[in-house]
């Protein structure tokens, strides 16, 4: 046995153990999104980083322990550099959260979107409608696809539009697929741009927004 202290709590696991199942039988735990125990071990996500007692952070799911070794799960330079592996992520993930067999409420991107504080899933991935039950795809001009997640999607719930009160989102290629799909389900962008003032007249981007989903609207984006 190899004795290891995760947030300074002592732990034993077997010899050629890896520091997540240090962390898990300590009763912590860390965000993985690649790992799969026994089957891929190849940290290609870097999301379980923790930073050793030297100040190294490392991949909790491939780094194996040692005697001795300290591992901490939830520092703030942990945090940050976890953010910024999150934020390049979803840098290169097509987010087209209407037709995703996971929206929801069952995304683990979209949990640690939420928890890390990160802009880029609509609130479509919390949407609980489907197929023909998507507001959009009954004429309803709903700002879900432009509108920043992590409300829990109360108002598609009660079955009503989202109004964009948690702001909107502003990267480009989420407002386009969001311009695709108004244009789609024959959305007129007139009333998406009243509803979008209800909450975001003051906001810096607003212009940006409107910009981007007009011209994609009027015939495809430019390039």
């Keep these: 046995m190899v004795k290891v202290y995760v947030n300074d709590k002592e732990v034993e696991v077997g010899e050629g153990s890896y520091i997540i199942d240090a962390v898990i039988?300590?009763?912590?735990?860390?965000?993985?999104?690649?790992?799969?125990?026994?089957?891929?071990?190849?940290?290609?996500?870097?999301?379980?980083?923790?930073?050793?007692?030297?100040?190294?952070?490392?991949?909790?799911?491939?780094?194996p322990v040692s005697e001795g070794l300290r591992v901490y799960t939830n520092t703030e330079r942990v945090r940050r550099n976890r953010r910024v592996i999150l934020e390049l992520i979803l840098a290169s993930h097509k987010i087209k959260c209407q037709s995703c067999p996971r929206k929801g409420g069952f995304c683990q991107l979209l949990d640690l979107a939420r928890e890390y504080g990160v802009e880029g899933i609509p609130v479509c991935a919390e949407c609980p409608l489907h197929g023909n039950e998507c507001l959009l795809v009954r004429g309803?001009?709903?700002?879900?696809?432009?509108?920043?997640?992590?409300?829990?999607?109360?108002?598609?719930?009660?079955?009503?539009i989202c109004i964009g009160c948690r702001g909107p989102i502003t990267r480009r290629d989420v407002l386009?697929?969001?311009?695709?799909?108004y244009?789609?389900?024959?959305?007129?962008?007139?009333?998406?741009?009243?509803?979008?003032?209800?909450?975001?007249?003051?906001?810096?981007?607003?212009?940006?927004i409107y910009n981007i989903l007009l011209e994609t609207y009027n015939g495809g984006e430019k390039k």
């Design 25 to 63: 039988k300590a009763g912590y735990s860390v965000p993985t999104l690649c790992f799969f125990k026994g089957i891929y071990r190849e940290a290609s996500c870097r999301i379980c980083i923790v930073e050793l007692g030297n100040g190294r952070l490392v991949p909790a799911c491939a780094y």
């Design 183 to 208: 244009k789609e389900h024959k959305i007129p962008l007139e009333e998406v741009f009243s509803k979008m003032k209800l909450f975001w007249n003051n906001h810096p981007s607003l212009d940006k």
């Design 176 to 181: 386009v697929e969001a311009a695709r799909l």
């Design 140 to 160: 309803e001009p709903c700002l879900g696809p432009i509108t920043i997640a992590g409300c829990g999607s109360p108002c598609t719930r009660e079955g009503t």
